[in-house]
């Protein structure tokens, strides 16, 4: 196990890393740039590093200050939370070339599930269902025309180098499709420096569910069951749930077995998430995320297994603590992303904490950074606390997610607070299997 780990980001996701490496007994590095000097995360490390000006470029994306501050303070591995450098591979091969240990998967995973085309080919190969469509990069307008005919309008045009809903386009004919196609590549090319693009069947009003799981050294390959992401906004997710809702077991077991199965197949090592659109009792693969999650306290609350000490564990080389036989999930949990942003115009909001009182009491967990009288920067993102509800049942997660949302406070700033009320108490919602269009289509009706 290693003494020292740095911890390579900032908010509520450093504090929840540093809780982690504290349990397991090993001492933490933060790093902060200027703005955050007076943040959580700095105060309850071991040891802190200022690697740089507020700009993420400057800080938490700037390797070399990273790999400098490791040397300095003899860190023996890197958390890269989620964000950031969680997901950069040539980060990843940096810090192995330093002796370092970058905890997540191998870099070569990570570089071939950053590349959706090869991602998919490979989740196809072994034998994971994936959206019917081309097979690898579209090569001209006669390609793109030929393969949309084969599967039928609508299609989505999807850059390879994408993901996270950015660089897509539906087409809805050839006439469209030979319009879109060239400027869907060069936005490609614009925004990630690579033009390849790739063809989907598109999925009218599919649930985002994923699928999570746990991979060691030592052959365990382990999946911590489903979550179902599919009340968000412009691909920002703001409720999760775990377990998914009204979908058939056996579908969920069989599907579960082909992702361990796949995942033997790479020899991946560490956490992973294999992301599917679900419509009409049908899993189609979309794409695989190689970090921690946002959304992961809701998979550790109904396994009780703590995502993060195991992902530090599996990277320093151990087991995991358990076997698939002994993961079982009990009761339902809930979790509302707590923002500073505007109600209206959903614009991040910036400002100072006043007064604070977090919710507590049976079943109530939340992962946050904030303090009164902290001041909230404008540089990074806008999440200000997670709210973690866990009951028996999915009900009674509902119900103790309304009655903490109704204890917190959070003076000084505006948040999405309310907006999470009318969700949680929205027909719709309580009737659960809502699809990914549900809050835009609703947002004013709520
Ligand atoms: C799709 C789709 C419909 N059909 N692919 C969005 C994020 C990226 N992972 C892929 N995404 C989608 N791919 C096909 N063939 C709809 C989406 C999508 C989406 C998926 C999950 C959660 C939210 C979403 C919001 C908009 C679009």
Known sequence: MFDKVLIANRGEIAVRINRACQELGISTVAIHSEADVDSMHVRIADESVCIGPNPVNKSYLNTHSIIAACEITGAQAVHPGYGFLSENSSFAKMLQDHKLTFIGPKHSHIEAMGDKIQAKKMMKEFGVPTVPGSDKAIEDKKDAINISKEIGFPVLIKASAGGGGRGMKVVNDEKELSESLPIVKQEALSFFGNDAVYIEKFIDSPRHIEVQVICDTHGNFIHLHERDCSVQRRNQKVVEEALAPGIDEEKKEKLFSICVKAMQNMGYLGLGTLEFLYENGEFYFMEMNTRLQVEHPITEMLTRI?????????????????????????????ECRINAENSEDFKPSAGTIGLFHPPAGNGIRLDTFIYSGYKVPHYYDNLLAKLIATGRTRNHAIKRALRSLNEIVIDGIETNIELHKKILSSNDFKNGSVSINWLENNITSL
């Open 306 to 334: 703590d995502l993060v000490r195991e992902q530090i564990c599996v990277a320093s080389g151990e087991k995991i603590f358990t076997t698939q036989e002994n993961v079982r999930p009990l009761g339902h949990s809930i």
